[in-house]
């Protein structure tokens, strides 16, 4: 299976920054897209960004022009610089990647564990 641990959440003041790691370990064939989504209390899970093996990103609205999604393949790793950040950004982040396994060489989504990232007005 494939197990992501993430980190470099926390608390910031409003205009702060922070930097999102998430790194992915266990029998990985290859892995394919990789993002990060987050999860406001009370709030439906949202997509904040994208990226494929080519590099091609999408971002959510909201965060277009603050934040920037980028992986290292050859680590299987993804980050989140997160700047000029709101306190509407407080969250859960949520890792997440699109893998397929030695195994059964079939693609599968799997999420990390979550980090929070709030952001202080």
């Known amino acids: 299976q494939v197990q992501l641990v993430e980190s470099g959440g926390g608390l910031v003041q409003a205009g702060g920054s922070l930097r999102l790691s998430c790194a992915a370990s266990?029998?990985?064939?290859?892995?394919?897209?990789m993002g990060w989504f987050r999860q406001a209390p009370e709030k439906q899970r949202e997509l904040v960004a994208t990226?494929?093996?080519?590099?091609?990103?999408n971002y959510a609205d909201s965060v277009k022009g603050r934040f920037t999604i980028s992986r290292d393949n050859a680590e299987n790793t993804v980050y989140l610089q997160m700047n000029s950040l709101k306190p509407e950004d407080t969250a859960v982040y949520y890792c997440?990647?699109?893998?397929?396994?030695?195994?059964?060489?079939?693609?599968?989504?799997?999420w990390g564990q979550g980090t929070q990232v709030t952001v202080s007005s």
């Open positions: 997440n990647v699109w893998a397929v396994i030695i195994t059964t060489r079939k693609e599968t989504r799997y």
């Open positions: 266990g029998s990985i064939f290859s892995i394919n897209a």
């Open positions: 990226i494929t093996t080519d590099g091609s990103t």
